[in-house]
């Protein structure tokens, strides 16, 4: 099959009805991965190519309580990583991160995902091929989706005033069901500091947001 044709649900892999078991803790800053999350704190969801480099992007950031990656946007129930890779599950690598908005903004994360990445390869990222390598911003509410439409044009203009011939190909999607990668997925550069990364921005930069405290 094309791995870069988005599959129907009637294609789709059946999956499972038991979620994917990971570790309790975030191996890098401690803070536990799946139980509730402190007051005050939000999530955001982003996908950007191999999830790997993507979640030491954001874990990085000051302001950011955790982070984790796993699989959004496709039909198959708690997927395994190499069905997601088969490219029968629609389902896109993605990266959830708990974040402190007093200290990091929802824009400034967004500046983040449009400099570090090709928002413009479609069903790619560089040499990351398929479905699962799409550039999507999952939205959890109308204000989320407000500003990631909002940045998403600020960037097109700059691509334009640049001469960038492309156009950009990011979907903005209502946030649907997060199932958690294989735990040797969660940190992985942390665990293994010389291991792929895969993000490659196009050296264009957003004005700096300062709407974080």
Not at 57 to 77: C, E, I, R
Not at 91 to 99: A, G, I, L, R, W
Not at 169 to 181: D, K, L, M, N, R
Request: net charge negative.
């Amino acid at each position: 099959m094309d791995k870069q044709q988005m599959i129907t649900p009637e294609q789709a892999l059946p999956g499972r009805t038991e979620p994917i078991r990971i570790e309790e803790q975030h191996y890098v800053t401690g803070n536990p991965l799946q139980e509730e999350i402190p007051p005050g704190m939000a999530i955001a969801y982003f996908a950007m190519g191999c999830f790997w480099g993507a979640e030491r992007l954001f874990w990085k950031q000051p302001g950011v309580w955790s982070t984790a990656v796993g699989y959004q946007g496709g039909y198959t129930p708690n997927p395994s990583y190499e069905e997601v890779c088969s490219g029968r599950t629609g389902h896109t690598e993605s990266v959830q991160v708990v974040f402190d908005p007093k200290i990091v903004s929802y824009p400034q994360l967004l500046q983040l995902f449009w400099e570090q990445h090709d928002p413009t390869q479609g069903m790619r990222q560089g040499a990351d091929i398929g479905t699962q390598y799409r550039s999507v911003i999952f939205t959890l509410t109308p204000e989320q989706r407000q500003q990631a439409q909002s940045s998403r044009d600020q960037f097109s203009r700059l691509l334009a005033d640049k001469g960038h011939p492309a156009t950009i190909t990011t979907s903005i999607e209502t946030a649907p069901s997060f199932y958690f990668a294989e735990p040797y997925h969660q940190q992985y550069l942390a665990k293994n500091p010389g291991g792929y990364c895969g993000l490659g921005g196009l050296g264009f930069c957003l004005p700096p947001d300062n709407t974080a405290n």
